[in-house]
């Protein structure tokens, strides 16, 4: 069985467009002016995202530029303050350095003989000694040093545990 309207040859290129087996009816009770400004309004919409995308991003530029900034303001704020503190610590530093050095220089001027001598015998009631304190000592001039060769070196061997303990026992009953 043929169909009629697929019926016959076809001289275009492009294919048939086929049409939809239902068509939707329009409502006759729908105002048509709800529609046009519809329509109004939403190019008014398009038109005003469109002035508004160069302004976002201008602003969102501006805000990470502000961020960055501040970013970089707040670090340098950070090393001044380290340095400002380290600046600090030299300075005490130096202080207590000086103030060392004065106390070595102290020390060694206290410990001059005559003051030395001076203290001793107004603190302590000290007194230099008389000749009849004096003890005069000889000692022979012989040499006290023993050279190694001289003396017998025993080395003992090793023994085990029992043995050491053995021993031990043996001089403690001597």
């Not at 009770?29 to 529609?35: D, E, H």
């Not at 000692?139 to 021993?167: A, C, G, M, R, V």
Request: aromatic fraction near 10%; glycine fraction near 2%; proline fraction near 4%.
């Amino acid at each position: 069985m043929a169909y009629p309207r697929y019926q016959g040859y076809q001289y275009e290129t492009s294919p048939r467009k086929l049409q939809p087996e239902y068509t939707p009816r329009k409502n006759p009770y729908q105002k048509k002016k709800s529609s046009t400004r519809k329509v109004v309004k939403a190019k008014e919409q398009k038109q005003t995202k469109r002035t508004l995308k160069p302004k976002v991003k201008l602003v969102l530029f501006i805000a990470v530029a502000f961020a960055i900034l501040f970013a970089i303001s707040y670090q340098n704020s950070l090393i001044t303050e380290n340095f400002n503190q380290k600046e600090k610590l030299k300075a005490s530093l130096a202080a207590i350095d000086k103030e060392n050095e004065q106390l070595k220089i102290n020390i060694e001027k206290s410990l001059n003989l005559n003051k030395v001598e001076q203290s001793a015998k107004e603190m302590l009631g000290m007194q230099k000694l008389d000749n009849s304190q004096k003890v005069y000592i000889n000692l022979p001039k012989k040499d006290y040093i023993e050279s190694s060769s001289t003396e017998n070196f025993t080395i003992e061997e090793d023994h085990n545990i029992w043995q050491n303990l053995i021993q031990f026992v043996k001089k403690l009953i001597k």
